[in-house]
């Protein structure tokens, strides 16, 4: 997700966490029906870093640009209490699991502050782009030990073989590049605090920037409507070209 930038202070309204902790219950009491699959836990175990691993990012790049807001915060860690969400990192992708709704969450965004970039604009950009270029990072990642431990038919197979039939390496190694191609080009959709929103930031005139931060400040829900809803399996076309495109790589 972008890293949080500091938009003249609005007025106080009810915040958008609240509405969303409102929808998360609801959603929490209809989902006491179902039950956690083993796969679940496993797409938890490579979700959390990854996404974890994305924040961080943020923070490194913003430090080689001049900004060490991230660095004094204590953001540059590995040390997953520094960046967990207690609604994106724990308690959504767990409703989410128990609905049966599939896997979404989000780390705690890094502080950044784009005045101490040596230079603001361009660096912004990079700053913004740093969680997906990490997501591919590891999605390519993936692909070179699956081919290192796999013969050429063997991951062939792999693509047409359900994730619980593979062995257990196998098994997170395909989820770790599965998962990081959808967090890479979902976080690319336009949509704040999502990084692709950091490029229509930065193309706005100052004039649209009011409205921007306004919009921004309630951006999260609209994308929560997005994710449970899913008008017309929208995300699912978007995803599936990336995902295609790993699974060609794979077995190439």
């Known amino acids: 997700m972008a890293p ?39 797409e938890l175990v490579v979700i959390i870093p990854s996404i974890i691993l994305h924040e961080i990012s943020h923070g490194v790049v913003a430090l080689a640009c001049g900004d060490d807001t991230a660095k004094r915060a204590g953001r540059l860690t590995l040390n997953p209490i520094r960046h967990i969400d207690p609604i994106g990192s724990l308690l959504l992708p767990a409703v989410l699991a128990l609905t049966g709704l599939g896997l979404f969450g989000y780390a705690k965004p890094v502080p950044v502050n784009p005045r101490k ?28 030990v699956l081919r290192a431990i796999t013969s050429p038919a063997g991951r062939r197979q792999l693509l047409y073989t359900p994730l619980d039939a593979m062995s257990l390496p196998v098994e997170l190694l395909f989820l770790l590049g599965i998962i990081n191609v959808v967090l890479a080009v979902f976080n690319l959709l336009p949509i704040p605090p999502l990084d692709g929103s950091v490029l229509v930031e930065r193309l706005l005139p100052s004039s649209a920037l009011p409205t921007w931060w306004q919009f921004r400040r309630y951006a999260m829900v609209v994308l929560l409507v997005v994710v449970l809803w899913d008008p017309h399996g929208f995300l699912g076309q978007v995803f599936a070209p990336a995902e295609n495109a790993w699974a060609h790589i794979l077995s190439a």
Not at 4 to 16: E, F, G, I, Q
Not at 127 to 140: E, F, H, M, Q, R
């Open 117 to 144: 970039f040596r230079h603001p604009r361009n660096d912004s950009i990079l700053v913004g782009l740093a969680g997906i270029t990490t997501n591919l990072a590891l999605a390519g990642a993936s692909i070179l």
């Open 4 to 42: 949080v930038t500091s938009p003249p202070a609005p007025r106080r309204r009810l915040h958008p966490q609240a509405l969303i902790a409102v929808a998360l219950v609801a959603i929490a009491v209809w989902g006491l029906r179902h039950s956690i699959r083993l796969l679940t836990v496993w």
